[in-house]
C-alpha cells in the first residue's frame, strides 16, 4: 500500500515538473475523431442536398412545375343536349329548344356567406320567382347563412355541444331555429330561392341559377357585373320540344326530368356510378327511360385554373361533348293519327249511343307481323256512365281484358303438344254437362239441338266452345261421351292449368311481349292455390281453355296473332327501328345501330299443324257456315284472316241492377298470303244489347287505312 501511494506520489511530481517547464500538459484522446467525423456527415449531407437541388431545378424542372400546375387545374365536364326522336319517316317528334341561362359554378372556397351575398346582389339584376319548393331546411340554411344570425346560434350552444364536431354544431343550430326566425319578406324569399340553387351546386358543378324566360337585358346586366359575381356567368341551357300533335306517341315517348329535379332519387346511385351528375336530365318513363344511354349525350369537358385563394382565373374548352344520339321510330306519325281517329271516333259512338255506358275503354295496336315493329297505337279511358274520354294509348301493353274465344288457335296448340288430339281431328260439338254447375256449351248450339261434328279448323270458323272444353278436359284424362260428368277437384287440375298456361305462353299470352317500353303488363292468371270449390272456381280451368278466365293486354294479342301469321315464330315488339346519329347541323344523321327482328321462340307445331290454323283463321273471315264470325271482314280491301273473341261478363249497377255486358275482341292479319300487318283490336264491358259487333268495324277501317296508305296502287 505504501509502495502504491509512493508510486502515485512520485508519477504526480513528475507531472508538475513538466508543467512548470513545457506549460500545461495536453492530454491526447478520441474527442478530436468525432468531432472531425461529425463534419464529415455534415460535409456530405450537404453534397446529397445540392445534388437533389440540381436535380430539382435542373435536371426535373418541367416535370415539377407540372406537378404544381396540376393542383391549381382542374378538369370539369358540362352536360349537353338529348338525342332528337323522329318518326318512321323522319319527321321530327321530340326535339331541344334552346334558352339563354344564367349558370353558377361554385368552388371549394366558397362558403355560406359568400353564396349569401352572391345571391343579394344577383336578385338586383334578375328576375326570380319565389320557388315554391323551398324546404324549412332549405330556410334554416338561408337563416344561419348570416353571419349574425350565425354567431348568435353559436352562442346559444350548450358547453357540451361545443365540443361536437362542426357539422354536428351545425346540425344543432339547424334544429334551434324556430318558426318565428323563418317569417320572410317576398324580397327576401326571392334571395333564399337563388341562394337554395347557389347551395346546392357541387365544386365545379355548373348548375343554372335561371333557365327560362332569361331576358337580353337580364344577360348584360348579368355580364356587366361578373366582377363582383363570383361564379355566375351567361351560358345555354336547353329543353325537351314535343313537336307532335299525337297524344298517344306523346305518352309512349314519355318525359325528363329537369334540371331542378335531376336524377330520380331511387336510381341516384346507379346513375352517379355511370357518371352522371345528381342534376343531370334523364328519361323518367316510357321511350325516354328505356333508350336513356342512347339518348344522353356526352359530356363537354373544360380545364379550369385557379389561384390559390381557389377563385377561378380561366376556363378553357378541351371537349366540346356531343348531342346524343337519335332514335328512328317505326310509328308513321300519319298511319297513327289514322289509326287513332278511327278508335277514338267509333268509341265515342258507342258512348254516345249508351252502349259503352259501363265500358272502361278501348285498344287498338297494329305491328308487323314478321319483324315486330309497332306500327300503331290507341287506346281511350272511360268513366262509366260518363260521355267524356281520355287518352290511354300505355293501356295497349299495360291494361289486361279477358279475350274470348280470340285465344282459341292457341287451345287448339296445346292439344297437339300434349297429345290429346291430333291434327285436324274430328270431335263432337255437344253441350258440357258438369255435376252442381250450368252445362258449358258453344254459342251456336246452347241446348244441344246444333250437335255436330267438327273438325280443328271448322271449331276455330264457328268458334266452338265445346271443342275447346273437350281439350281441357282431355288434359285432365276425360274423354267427354256426353251426359253429366264431374271434373277432378281443383287441388287435381294443376297440372291442366300449367299445360294451357304452357300453351298459351308460346304465343306471348300470360308472359311479356319483350317490348322495348318499361312498365309492361302480364294480364292475370290466378294461380291455382287460390281457387275454391266453395267459390264456384271448380270448372274455370275449362273456362280457361276458351278464353274466359285469364286476361291479355292488346300487345300480347297481336303478339301471338303474328306467330300464327308468319308462320310460327313469336317475335319481339319495338318501337324503335334503329339509333341514328347527327348529321353535320345536329338532325337525323346516318344509322348508327338497327333494332333487328328478335324471335322469341318457335311454336311447336308442325308445318301442317300451322296450316290448319291458317285455315281455320282465313274460314273466320271467309267461311261460308251460317256460324262463321267475321264475314263482315270478307269485304275489306286486301284479304285477311281473323278469330273473334266475345267475352260474356256482367255488372251490378248501384241500384242493384243487373247489367249484362261483352267483351267484344278481335285479332285479325293481311294480307293472308303475305303478311305485312297485324292488329289486335279490345273494346271491353259493352252491352249485349248492342248489335254493331264495333270490333270488326273498327278492324275493317284500320286495316282499309293501311291498305289506302301503303298498298293500293
Not at 478530436?32 to 435542373?58: A, E
Not at 353564396?115 to 340554411?141: C, F, G, H, Q
Not at 332514335?327 to 267509333?346: C, G, R
Not at 280470340?406 to 292439344?415: F, H, L, S
Request: aromatic content about 8%; charged content about 20%.
Amino acid at each position: 500500500m505504501k509502495k502504491g501511494k509512493k508510486k502515485q506520489q512520485s508519477s504526480s511530481m513528475k507531472e508538475k515538473l513538466l508543467q512548470a517547464k513545457n506549460g500545461p500538459l495536453i492530454r491526447k484522446g478520441h474527442i478530436p475523431f468525432r468531432l472531425n467525423f461529425l463534419f464529415l456527415v455534415i460535409f456530405l449531407l450537404f453534397v446529397i442536398l445540392i445534388i437533389r437541388l440540381g436535380n430539382l431545378q435542373i435536371v426535373n424542372s418541367e416535370k415539377w412545375s407540372e406537378e404544381i400546375t396540376s393542383g391549381t387545374v382542374t378538369t370539369i365536364k358540362q352536360s349537353t343536349p338529348r338525342g332528337s326522336i323522329y318518326d318512321a319517316k323522319g319527321n321530327l317528334l321530340v326535339g331541344n329548344q334552346a334558352n339563354a341561362a344564367i349558370t353558377f359554378t361554385r368552388t371549394s372556397s366558397m362558403g355560406a356567406e359568400d353564396l349569401l351575398a352572391i345571391a343579394t346582389k344577383l336578385n338586383k339584376y334578375i328576375d326570380v320567382t319565389v320557388d315554391d319548393s323551398l324546404t324549412e331546411r332549405d330556410l334554416k340554411d338561408f337563416y344561419l347563412a348570416h353571419t349574425k344570425n350565425l354567431e348568435a346560434a353559436q352562442k346559444k350552444l350548450s358547453a357540451k355541444e361545443q365540443l361536437l364536431s362542426s357539422s354536428e354544431q351545425y346540425s344543432k343550430m339547424i334544429e334551434n331555429v324556430s318558426e318565428d326566425q323563418l317569417n320572410f319578406s317576398e324580397e327576401q324569399l326571392k334571395i333564399a330561392s337563388i341562394f337554395t340553387r347557389l347551395n346546392a351546386g357541387q365544386n365545379l358543378k355548373t348548375t343554372f341559377i335561371k333557365n327560362e324566360n332569361v331576358t337580353d337585358e337580364e344577360l348584360a346586366t348579368v355580364a356587366e357585373h361578373a366582377s363582383e359575381l363570383a361564379g355566375v356567368s351567361t351560358g345555354t341551357d336547353w329543353s325537351r320540344q314535343v313537336n307532335t300533335t299525337s297524344d298517344a306517341l306523346k305518352s309512349i315517348i314519355g318525359t325528363v326530368s329537369t334540371s331542378k329535379q335531376g336524377l330520380p332519387a331511387e336510381e341516384a346511385e346507379e346513375y352517379l356510378k355511370k357518371g352522371y351528375f345528381s342534376n343531370d336530365r334523364v328519361g323518367t318513363s316510357y321511350l325516354e327511360k328505356q333508350y336513356e344511354s342512347q339518348l344522353q349525350g356526352t359530356k363537354s369537358e373544360y380545364k379550369v385554373t385557379m389561384n390559390n385563394k381557389g377563385t377561378i382565373e380561366s376556363t378553357k374548352e378541351v371537349s366540346a361533348g356531343s348531342k346524343g344520339s337519335n332514335l328512328k321510330l317505326t310509328i308513321d306519325s300519319a298511319f297513327q293519327e289514322k289509326l287513332d281517329s278511327i278508335v277514338k271516333t267509333n268509341y265515342q259512338q258507342l258512348i254516345n249511343s249508351g252502349a259503352a255506358q259501363y265500358s272502361d275503354g278501348i285498344y287498338a295496336v297494329a305491328m308487323n307481323p314478321k319483324t315486330g315493329s309497332i306500327l300503331g297505337i290507341s287506346g281511350y279511358y272511360h268513366q262509366a256512365n260518363s260521355k267524356e274520354i281520355q287518352q290511354n294509348a300505355i293501356g295497349v301493353f299495360q291494361a289486361a281484358v279477358v279475350p274470348g274465344s280470340a285465344i282459341k288457335a292457341a287451345t287448339i296448340t296445346t292439344g297437339w303438344d300434349n297429345k290429346v288430339i291430333s291434327g285436324n281431328q274430328v270431335i263432337l260439338d255437344q253441350p258440357i254437362y258438369l255435376q252442381g254447375s250450368a252445362a258449358k256449351a258453344s254459342i251456336f248450339n246452347p241446348t244441344g239441338s246444333n250437335n255436330r261434328y267438327i273438325n280443328a279448323a271448322k271449331a276455330l270458323e264457328i268458334s266452338s266452345n265445346s271443342y275447346m272444353i273437350q281439350i281441357a278436359l282431355k288434359l285432365m284424362g276425360i274423354n267427354y261421351q256426353g251426359g253429366y260428368i264431374s271434373i277432378p277437384a281443383i287441388s287435381d287440375q294443376t297440372k291442366a292449368y300449367e299445360e294451357l298456361r304452357a300453351g298459351f305462353a308460346q304465343y306471348g299470352l300470360g308472359v311479356k311481349t319483350g317490348v322495348d317500353i318499361p312498365n309492361e303488363q302480364t294480364g292475370e292468371s290466378p294461380a291455382v292455390s287460390t281457387l275454391s270449390e266453395s267459390n264456384g272456381d271448380g270448372a274455370k280451368v275449362l273456362d280457361l281453355a276458351f278464353g274466359q278466365f285469364d286476361t291479355y293486354t292488346p300487345l300480347q294479342m297481336v303478339q301471338y296473332i303474328s306467330a300464327i301469321a308468319n308462320g310460327g315464330e313469336r317475335v319481339e315488339p319495338h318501337f324503335v327501328e334503329g339509333v341514328y346519329n347527327n348529321d353535320e347541323n345536329g338532325n337525323l344523321g346516318t344509322l348508327k345501330e338497327s333494332i333487328a327482328t328478335k324471335v322469341l321462340n318457335k311454336i311447336d307445331i308442325t308445318s301442317d299443324e300451322l296450316q290448319i290454323l291458317k285455315d281455320g283463321l282465313y274460314d273466320v273471315v271467309h267461311g261460308t257456315d251460317a256460324y262463321t264470325t267475321a264475314r263482315p271482314l270478307a269485304s275489306s280491301k286486301m284479304t285477311v284472316s281473323a278469330k273473334t273473341g266475345t267475352a260474356e261478363t256482367s255488372i251490378t249497377t248501384e241500384s242493384g241492377q243487373l247489367v249484362e255486358l261483352n267483351n267484344h275482341n278481335a285479332v285479325v292479319y293481311g294480307p293472308t298470303d303475305d303478311p305485312e300487318i297485324a292488329i289486335a283490336v279490345m273494346v271491353p264491358k259493352i252491352k249485349q244489347t248492342d248489335t254493331t259487333y264495333p270490333n270488326l268495324v273498327i278492324s275493317k277501317q284500320i286495316m282499309d287505312a293501311y291498305y289506302d296508305m301503303y298498298m293500293a296502287k
